[in-house]
């Protein structure tokens, strides 16, 4: 495969599988209004991830469903930050809040990229990104002092270093006001288990009739 | 904080009221109301209005049943067809 292919995969996971995972919280939300705009901001991530799939497909000669469930997990090129399973709002609120500022700095990258048909799609992405940010931004503001929160966001810093490229992570840490050097980062390449879970979740009404169209 | 939620379909139509949205703060009533009333492209814009900034009137004085200041029981439909009939039988010559 090759450097573009991977590339996008490795993002279309990212945004699939946080998209997955963020949709769990459908229905169980802290407040109404929090559920809808929770919800909403998952389901543009996996939005995110189908127009990604669709570039790689191009790449692959695949189409977006194949490449988003007929994978088997282990050649997913998702970051180990995406597949964690973080029932408790303190971590959920923190990975969103550390997921949006690495995205910021990879779209950013990407949106200054030759390859035009990649800029673009990333510049795209990006207007509805900004109010994913000013979504995670004010939770972040507004549990910022709140201990649970705090730990939380140490705690996932190491895998959040991993969603990004090495020369990348400077950026972040500046962003986050975090530091870049003291952590180990959680590299893209291995996967935790949870990532099974979820893909035999995920696939489960997709492998029940193999090659049906929807 | 309770936020008031107008919402304008499309361009140039009134606002209408749509709802209230409860909200720590108004960072938080953007976040949520942009979500909830607009993720379906259902919305032009939104005015998020603070509760206690509607001042609202529900005390009416009416003490002397000023019945002639109301339009009840007069029949506009009626005088206005009279009314475009006599225009339509007047010719501009008449005039």
């Known amino acids: ?214 | 904080m309770i936020f008031e939620v107008f919402r304008q379909e499309r361009k140039g139509q009134p606002f209408a009221h749509a709802g209230s949205i409860e909200a720590p703060d108004a960072a938080f009533a953007d976040a949520w109301a942009r979500e909830q009333y607009g993720r379906r492209g259902e919305s032009e814009a939104l005015w998020l209005v603070p509760r206690d900034s509607v001042h609202q009137i529900t005390e009416w004085a009416d003490e002397f049943d000023l019945k002639y200041r109301r339009v009840d029981g007069y029949s506009i439909k009626s005088r206005l067809k009279e009314a475009r009939e006599r225009a339509g039988n007047t010719s501009a010559v008449d005039r």
């Open chain 1, 1 to 214: 495969m090759n450097a573009r292919a991977t590339l996008l995969l490795s993002i279309a996971d990212d945004e699939l599988i946080l998209g997955w995972r963020d949709s769990e919280w459908t229905g169980i939300a802290p407040t109404l209004e929090e559920d809808v705009a929770f919800s909403s901001i998952a389901q543009n991530e996996i939005g995110h991830a189908r127009a990604l799939y669709e570039l790689a497909a191009v790449e692959l000669g695949s189409d977006a469903d194949a490449l988003a469930f007929d994978r088997p997990p282990e050649e997913y090129r998702c970051a180990p930050f995406v597949e964690l399973r973080l029932m408790d709002w303190a971590h959920t609120i923190a990975r969103r809040y550390l997921y949006e500022e690495a995205d910021r700095v990879r779209l950013d990258a990407l949106r200054r990229s030759d390859d035009t048909e990649l800029a673009g799609l990333a510049a795209k992405i990006d207007r509805e990104e900004v109010y994913h940010r000013m979504h995670a931004e004010m939770w972040a503001a507004r549990l910022r002092d709140e201990p649970r929160f705090r730990a939380a966001v140490n705690e996932l810093w190491p895998y959040a270093l991993g969603v990004l490229e090495p020369q990348q992570r400077a950026e972040l840490a500046r962003r986050v006001g975090l530091s870049d050097e003291s952590s180990q980062a959680v590299e893209r390449g291995e996967h935790t288990p949870e990532l099974t879970e979820l893909w035999n979740e995920m696939t489960e009404v997709r492998r029940s009739v193999p090659g049906a169209s929807w």
